[in-house]
């Protein structure tokens, strides 16, 4: 045997703490990727208009939509109508259209519009769409609702 002696390390050297650590550091960004990474079947959501913050009372008013027209162009997509309010009373009216596929339901795009109308008239509206795309296979829906002003 040699002159040499091995000094025998123990689990609080600085070597073992600095491994510890490190393994320690290691493992929570390990577990972490899995909440930076996307699902492969996450897709994009279009985040939603912003609503008004009142107490307001909405209600359906789809009868109050007339003359409903909805096409798609080069330039984009485009629904028009008129919003006729019976009410003595002005109305404020939301108007949301949605471009879905007919033979899925899956909604393309979408628009709104919120505008008030006076108390017994009517008043045109226009809801632009994103760009185009294929006309066919799919419809325009519309969703209306209302509240008094």
Same mark, same amino acid.
């Given at each position: 045997? &040699?002159?040499?002696? *091995?000094?025998?390390? &123990?689990r609080?050297?600085?070597?073992?703490?600095?491994?510890?650590?490190?393994?320690v =550091? @290691? =493992?929570?960004?390990?577990?972490?990727?899995?909440?930076?990474? %996307?699902?492969?079947?996450?897709?994009?959501?279009?985040?939603?208009?912003?609503? %008004?913050? !009142?107490?307001?009372?909405? &209600? $359906? =008013?789809?009868?109050?939509?007339?003359?409903? *027209?909805?096409? $798609?162009?080069?330039?984009?997509?485009?629904?028009?109508?008129? +919003?006729t309010? &019976?009410?003595?009373?002005?109305?404020?009216?939301?108007? !949301? /259209?949605? +471009?879905?596929?007919?033979?899925?339901?899956?909604?393309?795009?979408? $628009?709104?519009?919120?505008?008030?109308?006076?108390g017994? !008239?009517?008043?045109? /509206?226009?809801?632009d769409?994103?760009?185009? *795309? !294929?006309?066919? $296979?799919?419809?325009?829906?519309?969703?209306? @609702?209302? @509240?008094?002003?």
């Amino acid at each position: 045997m &040699t002159g040499h002696t *091995r000094k025998r390390r &123990t689990r609080s050297s600085p070597r073992y703490v600095v491994l510890g650590a490190a393994a320690v =550091a @290691t =493992a929570a960004a390990v577990a972490g990727i899995g909440y930076l990474v %996307p699902d492969p079947g996450d897709h994009p959501v279009k985040p939603a208009p912003e609503r %008004p913050t !009142s107490s307001a009372h909405w &209600t $359906g =008013a789809a009868a109050d939509l007339d003359e409903f *027209r909805c096409s $798609g162009t080069r330039a984009g997509w485009s629904a028009r109508g008129v +919003l006729t309010n &019976t009410d003595g009373v002005d109305r404020s009216y939301r108007v !949301s /259209i949605s +471009l879905a596929r007919r033979a899925t339901g899956e909604v393309v795009d979408s $628009g709104e519009v919120t505008v008030v109308v006076d108390g017994r !008239s009517s008043r045109p /509206i226009t809801v632009d769409l994103g760009p185009a *795309r !294929s006309r066919k $296979g799919l419809d325009c829906v519309p969703n209306v @609702t209302s @509240t008094a002003s």
